[in-house]
């Protein structure tokens, strides 16, 4: 069953609260849910910081089976941030883990694309959304606004109250079960979308941020943003990713530095924070994203293939050291 918002656009009801009808959209019932409006909420949020309420027990219940949580971030878009949190979930599972991927990129869930199950439908239990599992072992879990939307083409014009509520509804209400990892791949920039993930996850287990940049100037501008956000909201930092660094020739090995080179590594150095690695333009990544194959199984020899593999290690060092 499907409702519709009143932007227009169709989606799955929740699965709990007021009635399904006309406007008891996902955004819709999950703000209406709240209760008393903004204010109540603001005040529920302030008194949860001070210790003077609780999270509610079926808030914590679907994320209560998830080891540690990593959050990607870019201070603008088309730097690479959804292909690293794919890549970086494959990378996981190809070491033995259990992984989630939650795309809370609402206006353009690219990630369903990425891996070709665009087409897929989720499901409800009684914990609520069963997510859409990956493949035979079904080791990676995802969910994305991506599966909810009536056609694919449809977009998702919304205000900032209706996305936040459901954001805070991907968080509590999918049925994410055994997880060593959740990768959240987040909209590019610092918005009330980037507070409203990080306030619905604080009271879980919130490993860090990874942020993605390109070499360019403009790109590691845009991350000094976020790395100020990142600081404000108290939210550790994993490591700055440079992306699209250099191309490496398939059959000579030489690198051309088809845009400048180390602006990431010069910033993590100059901010103080981990620089994680380059990756380098490999047409065999884009082959694989294009095509939705599994790029760390089928180009094992590829350029990017070890950078790729090496983050995740240090992603996976981190959180053997936290836990």
């Known amino acids: ?50 210790g003077n309420m609780e999270e509610p027990a079926g808030e914590r219940a679907n994320l209560a089976g998830v080891r540690h949580i990593v959050l ?33 990129d609402l206006c353009g869930p690219s990630i369903p694309r990425m891996l070709r ?4 439908a989720v499901h409800q239990c009684d914990s609520g959304w069963v997510p859409v599992f990956l493949g035979q072992d079904k080791a990676i879990a995802l969910m994305s606004i991506g599966f909810l939307l009536e056609r694919p083409d449809d977009a998702v014009v919304w205000r900032g109250p209706k996305k936040n509520a459901l954001i805070k509804q991907f968080v509590t209400d999918v049925a994410w079960g055994d997880l060593d990892f959740l990768i959240v791949d987040t909209p590019p920039g610092t918005s009330d979308e980037h507070i409203s993930t990080v306030e619905a996850l604080r009271p879980h287990r919130l490993l860090g941020a990874v942020l993605v940049t390109t070499p360019q100037a403009v790109s590691v501008g845009d991350v000094r943003r976020e790395l100020t956000f990142c600081r404000k909201a108290g ?19 030489e690198c051309t530095n088809i845009f400048s080179k180390g602006g990431g590594e010069e910033l993590a150095k100059h901010a103080g924070v981990p620089f994680l690695g380059c990756v380098p333009l490999d047409p065999q990544l884009s082959q694989s994203l294009e095509e939705g194959k599994d790029f760390i199984q089928e180009f094992p020899k590829s350029s990017a293939f070890p950078a790729l593999t090496h983050i995740a290690q240090q992603i996976l060092d981190t959180s053997q050291r936290s836990s």
């Open 1 to 50: 069953m499907r409702g519709s918002s009143r932007s227009g656009l169709a989606v799955k009801p929740w699965r709990a609260g007021p009635p399904v009808g006309p406007r008891s959209s996902i955004g819709y019932s999950a703000c209406q849910s709240e209760g008393a409006g903004p204010r109540a909420g603001g005040r529920r949020k302030r008194e949860m910081r001070r």
């Open 72 to 104: 990607v971030l870019s201070g603008k878009g088309g730097v690479g941030k959804s292909t690293l949190s794919t890549e970086l979930a494959l990378a996981l599972r190809s070491a033995g883990k259990r992984v989630g991927i939650l795309d809370v």
């Open 117 to 120: 199950v665009q087409d897929s």
């Open 235 to 253: 939210l550790r930092i994993l490591g700055i990713v440079e992306n699209m660094s250099g191309f490496v020739c398939p059959h000579c090995s």
